[in-house]
């Protein structure tokens, strides 16, 4: 089945899940539960490149807008092929406003030229667009509160294969609690239009467990081989 896009579904699914753990939703008592913050102001999702740029680097949806250097939009091409989807700005991504830097970016650099690609034939961003703290994981309320942003890119870039990158991503897309070593390996369907999500490692996990590699490219060949990233 299809997983849901990263809007309402995924907000209720989210809301669902924070239940499930016991964690309620702290609401303001001048606000339906249901409404959103930012109601009343266009649809977010519904933008266009420039005024999502400006909405996400002005974006104060969540607390880490009080932390970041900046916040971390997304890089590539905008008519890529291939969406590459990972999890959150580390400190370097925060200080070059640009993700997958650093060694981990420079992992994924080589993982994509294994399969004859450069960064600037996909796309990539993050499920959050400004870093966590101590680069801890995400919560559940910031990755709700940022998937509206992620939904426009989505929408915007219209891929044809997401590739989900390290367990966050593949959760949140994926809407599974379940490892990526049970989730990567196989073609997904994301949306209601079915795009074939594939999950791989994240390179920064990779560089800590180098003999995962192997599998990294297998998943990257079970990508090429479900769509053809420059055709
Ligand atoms: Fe806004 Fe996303 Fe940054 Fe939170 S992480 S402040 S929702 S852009």
Known sequence: MAAGTPTATFAARQREILQEMGIELWVRRDRAADE???AGKPDATALAWGPLR???RTCTRCVLHRTRTQ??????????????????PGG??????????GPAGQLLNEMLRAVGLERSDVFIANILKCRPPENRDPKLEEISACADHLA??????????????????????LQQMVPVGRLRGRAHAYGP????????????????????????WDDLRLARSLVDPLS
């Open 152 to 173: 426009a890119q989505m929408r915007l870039v219209s891929p044809k294969l997401i590739l989900a990158v390290g367990r966050i991503a593949a959760q949140t897309l």
């Open 92 to 101: 370097e991504e925060d200080r070059q406003g640009e993700p997958f830097v």
């Open 36 to 38: 959103p913050a930012d």
């Open 193 to 216: 239009g079915g795009i074939p999500l594939v999950v791989t490692y994240h390179p920064a996990y990779l560089l800590r467990s180098p003999g995962e590699k192997r599998k990294a």
């Open 54 to 56: 400006d909405a996400v």
């Open 71 to 88: 916040t971390v939009f997304g890089v590539g091409n905008e008519s890529a092929r291939w969406m590459i989807v990972g999890e959150a």
